[in-house]
């Protein structure tokens, strides 16, 4: 299955990537000739099949809603590339 | 014979002993690591005075005859994809370049309450997408089998340093064969727990249902007594398993005497090399005259599992990668404007080429109008793969395949060709569909005097049994003693 640049270019957006018109090229080709390869899934019939989400094995607990200590905003903050008193800080969204 | 040359047991053993300390086992692995790295390239960063602090503790708690686990002060590494608070760690990717986490991951704090020097940060493809090691964004590393080839992937520094004898072992993380692959491709050892065996809290996300830390090590023993330190239920990871660990080596020399082993035919396929072919079938006559019983046995759904694994694990990273926006950690586009463009900017110029692949076809394969066709579909064939599996397991207790279909191959042979680099994983990624316990053990080597893998795949939480089926064979051979030439 082709994927077209137009498509390429949606996925793009969806998937906040700002590719390059050489990128967007090189993906349309490549991602098309995996989806040529996955399309074998379609020749299979899963129709009364349950899907797997998740390969848990074991029981899942759930744990007490208690609370506990977590990061102080100092530690939090340790890494935001911008930040402002104890709030990491993004560029205006509402002009 | 140098101190690097021992195994983690015979290390643990001179250090019970007071023979040697854990701060002369950590210098010698910092200056193998001065010696060998700068061709091998397996680590990312070195935490050289980390490490010395804590083997100076180490020696101080065997000294007072107060270890803190069999394996305090046996020094080791840790692939870069886990969180250890206070050293930069960057999952080999220029997004996270200048991260130092503010804490450590479950496994890393197991490790340092077990009192092991965490000698650094091993290099990996970016993100753990990959099979070669080639997609990292900081270097590239060199198998020290043959130096122009890969170590594998996408735990290819862990299965260098191991295999170079720089650390006397290591973590990787296994999404797809990760662990395997590059332990086959290097001449170690490497098992992937089950799903759920051992906590991922920490561990920086590729694909949520499928990534599973686990050891690389140069024998089985070794491999058996790392995991014994990580495998425990974690509270702070819900698909943690609270299952009761057990005594991974009680039963390791028990032998295969009256085990069935399954032979699946669809691991047995055209265009394997017929070296790693004749290796592994010569390995499986061993284990008949050893007293086990060879079962020929059918997985009919394998060929749809690359297809199945290739739209999972994608989508699931490309949420899982949602998080890397430029705003909490992280690398952030700096002439931006406006928050869209600084989000696209940012992972335009953070990701590299295969990580944005993967981003792209899990987006497609979860959108809508595509989902009920690819990622719905594949979800159930994941059922039909799994459940080949539950029944095989009903006859047989184990089974035996190649672990990579081809020996170590040459850097830059695969680079341009994503198909063809994910057929790497062929054999590997059914067991992480599956959720299973797989591993592999060395079993010898072509005329080239590359290294091939067996690999033994089990029931769920059975990693007892794949260790001591996994050790029968190691016995008989001791490839761990071959070291690796380091040249190219």
Redesign the interface.
């Given at each position: 299955m082709a994927l077209t640049l137009e498509q390429v270019r949606h996925v793009a957006t969806l998937a906040r990537l700002a590719l390059t018109p050489e990128e967007e090229q090189r993906f349309s080709t490549q991602l098309s000739a995996v989806l040529d390869a996955v399309a074998q899934l379609q020749s299979l019939d899963v129709e009364a099949v349950e899907p797997t989400s998740h390969a848990t094995l074991a029981e899942s607990l759930l744990r007490e809603d208690v609370t506990r200590p977590s990061l102080p905003p100092e530690k939090s903050l340790a890494n935001a590339p911008a930040k402002s008193g104890t709030s990491f800080a993004v560029p205006k969204i509402i002009e | 014979m140098q101190l690097t040359d021992l195994t983690m047991l015979e290390l643990a053993a001179k250090l019970a002993a007071g023979a040697v300390s854990s701060e002369e086992a950590t210098r010698a692995c910092l200056e193998r690591i001065r010696q060998v790295d700068p061709k091998v390239r397996a680590f990312l960063r070195v935490d050289e005075e980390g490490a010395l602090v804590a083997a100076r503790a180490s020696d101080a708690r065997r000294k007072a005859g107060n270890p803190a686990s069999p394996l305090d002060g046996v020094p080791v590494g840790l692939k870069d994809i886990f969180l250890t608070e206070g050293v930069e760690t960057t999952a080999g990717s220029r997004i996270l370049e200048?991260?130092?986490p503010?804490?450590d991951a479950t496994v890393v704090r197991l490790l340092k309450e077990a009192g092991l020097p965490l000698v650094g940060k091993l290099n990996m493809d970016e993100f753990a997408m990959g099979s070669s090691n080639e997609s990292s964004a900081y270097s590239l590393t060199h198998n020290p089998w043959d130096l122009t080839r890969t170590p594998g992937g996408s735990s290819g520094g862990s299965s260098a340093a191991v295999a170079a004898r720089e650390v006397f072992g290591a973590l990787g993380t296994d999404t797809g064969g990760s662990i395997r692959q590059p332990a086959a491709l290097t001449n170690t050892v490497g098992l992937k727990p089950?799903?759920?065996r051992v906590s991922r809290f920490g561990i920086i996300a590729f694909a949520s249902?499928?990534d599973q830390p686990g050891p690389m090590t140069r024998t089985v023993g070794d491999t058996a007594a790392l995991l014994q330190l990580i495998a425990r239920?974690d509270?702070q990871d819900?698909?943690s398993?609270?299952?009761e660990t057990p005594d991974y080596s009680a039963d390791l020399e028990g032998g295969v005497r009256g085990l069935r082993l399954g032979v699946p035919r669809e691991y047995f396929i055209e265009g394997m090399d017929p070296e790693v072919e004749a290796s592994v079938r010569e390995a499986l006559r061993e284990y008949e005259r050893l007293g086990a019983t060879l079962v020929d046995v059918s997985l009919p759904h394998t060929?749809?599992a690359?297809?199945?694994y290739?739209?999972i694990a994608p989508a699931e990273a490309?949420s899982n990668l949602?998080r890397y926006?430029?705003?909490?950690?992280?690398?952030?586009a700096k002439d931006?404007?406006?928050?869209?463009?600084?989000?696209?900017?940012t992972?335009?110029r953070g990701?590299g080429?295969e990580v944005?692949?993967r981003?792209?076809?899990g987006?497609?394969a979860l959108?809508a109008g595509y989902y009920d066709?690819?990622y719905?579909?594949?979800?159930?064939?994941?059922?039909?793969i799994?459940e080949d599996f539950t029944k095989v397991f009903k006859d047989v207790d184990a089974v035996l395949s190649p672990t990579s279909p081809v020996p170590a191959f040459k850097l830059g042979e695969k680079v341009d060709d994503?198909?063809s680099m994910?057929l790497m994983d062929v054999f590997t990624l059914p067991c992480?569909?599956?959720?299973l316990p797989g591993l592999s053990v060395p079993c010898g080597f072509t005329k080239a005097g590359l290294p091939v893998g067996l690999q033994v795949l089990g029931r769920?939480?059975d990693e007892a049994r794949l260790l001591r089926i996994a050790r029968a064979y190691e016995r008989e051979h001791d490839f761990f003693l071959r070291p690796a030439p380091l040249r190219g």
């Amino acid at each position: 299955m082709a994927l077209t640049l137009e498509q390429v270019r949606h996925v793009a957006t969806l998937a906040r990537l700002a590719l390059t018109p050489e990128e967007e090229q090189r993906f349309s080709t490549q991602l098309s000739a995996v989806l040529d390869a996955v399309a074998q899934l379609q020749s299979l019939d899963v129709e009364a099949v349950e899907p797997t989400s998740h390969a848990t094995l074991a029981e899942s607990l759930l744990r007490e809603d208690v609370t506990r200590p977590s990061l102080p905003p100092e530690k939090s903050l340790a890494n935001a590339p911008a930040k402002s008193g104890t709030s990491f800080a993004v560029p205006k969204i509402i002009e | 014979m140098q101190l690097t040359d021992l195994t983690m047991l015979e290390l643990a053993a001179k250090l019970a002993a007071g023979a040697v300390s854990s701060e002369e086992a950590t210098r010698a692995c910092l200056e193998r690591i001065r010696q060998v790295d700068p061709k091998v390239r397996a680590f990312l960063r070195v935490d050289e005075e980390g490490a010395l602090v804590a083997a100076r503790a180490s020696d101080a708690r065997r000294k007072a005859g107060n270890p803190a686990s069999p394996l305090d002060g046996v020094p080791v590494g840790l692939k870069d994809i886990f969180l250890t608070e206070g050293v930069e760690t960057t999952a080999g990717s220029r997004i996270l370049e200048g991260f130092v986490p503010p804490y450590d991951a479950t496994v890393v704090r197991l490790l340092k309450e077990a009192g092991l020097p965490l000698v650094g940060k091993l290099n990996m493809d970016e993100f753990a997408m990959g099979s070669s090691n080639e997609s990292s964004a900081y270097s590239l590393t060199h198998n020290p089998w043959d130096l122009t080839r890969t170590p594998g992937g996408s735990s290819g520094g862990s299965s260098a340093a191991v295999a170079a004898r720089e650390v006397f072992g290591a973590l990787g993380t296994d999404t797809g064969g990760s662990i395997r692959q590059p332990a086959a491709l290097t001449n170690t050892v490497g098992l992937k727990p089950t799903y759920g065996r051992v906590s991922r809290f920490g561990i920086i996300a590729f694909a949520s249902s499928l990534d599973q830390p686990g050891p690389m090590t140069r024998t089985v023993g070794d491999t058996a007594a790392l995991l014994q330190l990580i495998a425990r239920h974690d509270p702070q990871d819900a698909t943690s398993a609270a299952v009761e660990t057990p005594d991974y080596s009680a039963d390791l020399e028990g032998g295969v005497r009256g085990l069935r082993l399954g032979v699946p035919r669809e691991y047995f396929i055209e265009g394997m090399d017929p070296e790693v072919e004749a290796s592994v079938r010569e390995a499986l006559r061993e284990y008949e005259r050893l007293g086990a019983t060879l079962v020929d046995v059918s997985l009919p759904h394998t060929k749809y599992a690359l297809a199945t694994y290739y739209l999972i694990a994608p989508a699931e990273a490309s949420s899982n990668l949602a998080r890397y926006d430029g705003i909490r950690y992280g690398q952030r586009a700096k002439d931006a404007r406006g928050l869209k463009e600084l989000y696209a900017q940012t992972r335009e110029r953070g990701f590299g080429p295969e990580v944005k692949r993967r981003i792209m076809l899990g987006t497609y394969a979860l959108s809508a109008g595509y989902y009920d066709a690819y990622y719905l579909r594949a979800q159930k064939v994941r059922t039909l793969i799994r459940e080949d599996f539950t029944k095989v397991f009903k006859d047989v207790d184990a089974v035996l395949s190649p672990t990579s279909p081809v020996p170590a191959f040459k850097l830059g042979e695969k680079v341009d060709d994503p198909l063809s680099m994910y057929l790497m994983d062929v054999f590997t990624l059914p067991c992480n569909l599956a959720g299973l316990p797989g591993l592999s053990v060395p079993c010898g080597f072509t005329k080239a005097g590359l290294p091939v893998g067996l690999q033994v795949l089990g029931r769920p939480f059975d990693e007892a049994r794949l260790l001591r089926i996994a050790r029968a064979y190691e016995r008989e051979h001791d490839f761990f003693l071959r070291p690796a030439p380091l040249r190219g």
